[in-house]
């Protein structure tokens, strides 16, 4: 079982100068590897159809509306699903979580795992990378203590990659900005209609967006 983490927007509190309104994770799931480098190779062929370099990156906030539809249909054919969590940073209280970017990035993702905790076993996680090796090895620490348990293990390794490495952290980064922008009221939820079938649960803290399948 691979994971794979991304976000949109980012872990500032300066709201209303400079920093977003919210803050987006989402969790992309494979339960099969043949089926993960299916995708992954989709995605590498889609650059060649437009003309792009090999590594070249998609990245959804950068892509114009032609390109995140032509990627969107080119990725749904795979079986994956997601689950992702959108904090509304203007209803956040915790002073740790507001004055410390690493705490709450960690905290972001324990929630979203905490979801789709029952979903997942033994899974090999995979990140964006961000922060220095102190952080990477913190926030691997902290996941695999918080989900695991001695009756199972949710997560068996945490890794970082750059994204642009990783073609399968950029579909992570399609998914948190097409949540984060269906949140915001963008595009009437067309991108998002687009992948509802991969959508299993997406959940506003601490206000809930009830949009869960079983």
Not at 123 to 142: H, P
Request: charged share 30%.
């Amino acid at each position: 079982m691979l994971v794979f983490i991304d976000e949109s927007g980012d872990s500032g509190f300066k709201l209303g100068r400079g920093s977003s309104e919210y803050f987006t994770v989402a969790l992309v799931v494979f339960n099969d590897l043949d089926e993960a480098n299916a995708c992954d190779s989709r995605i590498q062929l889609l650059k060649r159809e437009l003309g792009k370099p090999e590594k070249w990156e998609f990245h959804f906030k950068e892509n114009s509306n032609k390109i995140r539809e032509q990627f969107i249909k080119a990725v749904t054919k795979y079986e994956f699903f997601y689950y992702s969590i959108v904090i509304n940073k203007k209803n956040i209280y915790s002073e740790n979580l507001s004055s410390n970017k690493d705490s709450f990035y960690k905290y972001t993702c324990s929630l979203v795992f905490e979801n789709a905790k029952d979903k997942l076993d033994n899974a090999i996680v995979l990140i964006d990378e961000s922060g220095n090796n102190d952080f990477r090895k913190s926030l691997s620490n902290y996941l695999k203590k918080r989900m695991n348990d001695y009756e199972r293990k949710v997560i068996k390794k945490v890794k970082m990659q750059k994204s642009h490495t990783n073609n399968l952290l950029q579909l992570a980064d399609y998914i948190a900005g097409i949540i984060n922008r269906s949140v915001l009221g963008k595009d009437e939820n067309e991108f998002r209609k687009m992948i509802s079938e991969r959508e299993i649960l997406v959940q506003i803290w601490p206000q809930h967006l009830g949009n869960k399948k079983s």
